[in-house]
Each structure stands twice: as C-alpha cells, then as structure tokens.
C-alpha cells in the first residue's frame, strides 16, 4: 500500500506562482509512475501532468511550458511546480501512483491517490 499527502495549495492571483508536494509513505516511489490531476468544481478529474520512474515526462497541453513536474525518490516525494498561474487552473490537485512505470496520462492506469489540495487562482 502508498499512502499520498499532498500539500502546497492555496489562494494566489493570476500570474502567481505556487509549488505542490505529494509526500509517501508505505512503499518507495522510486518504482512507480507518477502524476498530478485535478478537478474544478462540476467537472471530471482532468490529467495535468505525469513523470515515469525513469523520469520521462508527460504534459496536458494546457500546462505545458507553465508547470513543470519532478520526483525526488530520496524524499518519497512528488512536485508540482506552476508558474504563470491563470483562473481556469483552479481545482483540487491530486496526487497519483501507478504501479505501472510509465508516465501515463489515463486515470484509471493509477492505483493509488492523495485527498487533494485546493489551488485557488483570483483574476
């Protein structure tokens, strides 16, 4: 089992920027896929970003060249780093493991999620 504890979010204008942590425990990250989604308000999780064990990455188009994602394995943690933050990337974030390796970008390839942390971005 991995348990997953995000933390980082919070209220922020647009143009701001704010870095995520997905901290875990019960096994070691360093073996799984991982990824961040999120989900706004009367909308479906939506993929944000993904990175494989190996360290390959995967972006929505929506954040690329905004949001940069990272793992440190020697801290079990995930990151989340966006810049240039707009309206439309308010959400709950979501912190996610896949026991496969791959930096997949489909929700139901995770095994394993975090309960969110809100990022609000003010106009």
């Known amino acids: 089992q991995v348990q997953l504890v995000e933390s980082g979010g919070g209220l922020v204008q647009a143009g701001d920027s704010l870095r995520l942590s997905c901290a875990a425990s019960?096994?070691?990250?360093?073996?799984?896929?991982m990824a961040w989604f999120r989900q706004a308000p009367g909308k479906e999780r939506e993929f944000v970003a993904a990175?494989?064990?190996?360290?390959?990455?995967a972006y929505a188009d929506s954040v690329k060249a905004r949001f940069t994602i990272s793992r440190d394995n020697a801290k079990n943690t995930l990151y989340l780093q966006m810049n240039s933050l707009k309206p439309e990337d308010t959400g709950v974030y979501y912190c996610?493991?896949?026991?496969?390796?791959?930096?997949?970008?489909?929700?139901?390839?995770?095994?394993?999620w975090g309960q969110g942390t809100q990022v609000t971005v003010s106009s």
């Open positions: 996610a493991a896949a026991r496969q390796a791959i930096a997949a970008s489909l929700k139901s390839e995770y095994n394993y």
């Open positions: 990175v494989s064990r190996f360290g390959g990455t």
């Open positions: 019960g096994r070691a990250l360093s073996t799984y896929g």
